[in-house]
């Protein structure tokens, strides 16, 4: 018989019991449902709910059935439906009526509501484990490319010299962004919801303030119709992972162009790269592409619970039990990639004079041209303009700029000297950009030695 089914009159339909159980999937909460079980058995103790006696035993089970799950000695069963469910019944088989006693002044609505922002905060830690050894091993290789000239591009067009380490250090910064995203979420996760009951509270004396310290959250939560039917913590999580893959998804695509024939920046070690079944000279960045396919079915995972909280009235409505499946996904996507990214970065080669050398026909120090002339007292428009003819020029010609000679600089604009040459040498290109957040070396270094300081403290 259900732990519910004083009401009924009848079974439920076996079709009913498959279509309703959630044990498949949130069976992964045992942890997080004996733990905060055994702090409300505690309460419940300390208050006097229910005798001292009780609320020892009940302890003791739980403890007892924790350990046999994890060695791997308990079977769940979907007539029970959920993880509480199947606890509970557990429970009342091991120690008998005093285990029924455990579910006195709380539902479970409160029960979920507080498993999964206790397993959400524990899988935070995780992520941000993983994404600090990615933003290590980016940090690394940016200290032995400083000097790796590259072409920086817009719209897919080279634009402007930079360094390997500058792009590096970019996606840097977005991981200080996505751990960021990650310490909010579990900020917001961090508010106890156990004691608001179905939705209404409870008219037994609970101590929530007890349970709150026991389970090591920072707040209460103030509105029991709120902390039942609240999924924001969720989304929060989904939302910030969603945004991690995004970040590993535009560093994908440029690995596939990197690794192109087209390119030839980079050669991807042959443990992260797949052959052809029928052309045996292909080298296919495959994990790039899994990854950057999977940032899809994380944003599906986003969308899914989006579209399942959109129309709920409060408080607690059936269609949330499925928020489990698509955060577990969503968890175990970016906990998938993420040291497979992290793997295929820090093995591939970079073949820094194929670098070099796309950066000598892309006409990249058109810009530094232009600066030079400003700098001489040209209107930088006006300079725009001068350098806009001689790349004309030399498109026409097949050169680049600093094949110029000096006569020909000059037909253009009598204000060209010789110094001219080593101001768009692309040595100088890069490391004249020594502004706060640019290219240059002496800025580089700067940066690298914030990182290494962020991840002692981060």
């Not at 009913?16 to 103790?45: C, N, P, V, W």
């Not at 769940?76 to 120690?95: W, Y």
């Not at 990249?364 to 004309?392: C, M, Q, S, Y």
């Amino acid at each position: 018989m259900k732990l519910w089914g004083g009401r009924f009159t009848k079974s439920a339909d076996s079709q009913t019991d498959h279509f309703h159980s959630s044990i498949s999937f949130d069976s992964r909460l045992y942890e997080q449902d004996i733990k905060g079980s055994i702090a409300h058995a505690r309460m419940l103790g300390a208050t006097g709910i229910i005798p001292a006696e009780d609320s020892a035993r009940i302890q003791d089970g739980l403890n007892e059935l924790l350990d046999d799950i994890r060695a791997g000695k308990v079977v769940f069963g979907e007539s029970a439906e959920d993880i509480h469910m199947n606890i509970e019944t557990l429970l009342i088989e091991r120690i008998g009526d005093a285990g029924k006693r455990l579910h006195t002044g709380r539902s479970r609505n409160d029960q979920i509501a507080l498993d999964m922002r206790m397993y959400i905060i524990e899988e935070i830690e995780s992520i941000k484990t993983l994404l600090r050894t990615l933003f290590s091993e980016l940090t690394d290789m940016a200290k032995v490319n400083i000097d790796t000239i590259m072409p920086g591009y817009t719209h897919l067009q080279r634009a402007q010299p930079v360094t390997l380490a500058h792009h590096l250090l970019a996606y840097t910064e977005m991981i200080k962004r996505d751990i960021d995203r990650l310490n909010d979420t579990a900020r917001r996760a961090k508010s106890m919801p156990l004691g608001s009951g179905a939705l209404a509270a409870s008219t037994y004396p609970l101590d929530r303030e007890l349970v709150r310290e026991a389970l090591g959250f920072n707040t209460i939560t103030l509105n029991s119709m709120d902390a039942v039917s609240d999924r924001d913590f969720c989304l929060d999580l989904l939302c910030a992972l969603s945004i991690i893959m995004m970040h590993l998804s535009r560093f994908c695509e440029e690995i596939v162009l990197w690794s192109s024939h087209e390119f030839k920046f980079i050669e991807l070690d042959d443990a992260y790269a797949t052959g052809s079944s029928i052309m045996p000279q292909k080298k296919n960045p495959d994990m790039a592409e899994l990854i950057r396919g999977k940032t899809g079915r994380v944003y599906g995972d986003l969308m899914a619970l989006l579209t399942v909280m959109k129309g709920l009235p409060l408080a607690y409505n059936k269609d949330m039990q499925e928020d489990k499946e698509a955060v577990f996904d969503a968890i175990d996507t970016v906990k998938m990639c993420l040291p497979v990214f992290t793997s295929m970065v820090s093995t591939m080669t970079v073949n820094k004079e194929n670098m070099l050398k796309a950066c000598g026909s892309g006409f990249v120090n058109a810009t530094d041209a232009a600066d030079w002339l400003t700098k001489k007292g040209v209107p930088f428009r006006d300079a725009h303009e001068i350098i806009g003819k001689l790349v004309l020029y030399c498109l026409e010609k097949g050169v680049s700029i600093e094949a110029l000679s000096l006569k020909e600089l000059r037909e253009v604009s009598p204000l060209f000297d010789e110094s001219f040459y080593n101001a768009v040498s692309l040595s100088t290109c890069v490391n004249a950009r020594d502004v706060p957040g640019g290219p240059a070396r002496v800025y580089t270094e700067k940066l690298i030695q914030w990182n290494e300081a962020y991840l002692e403290d981060n």
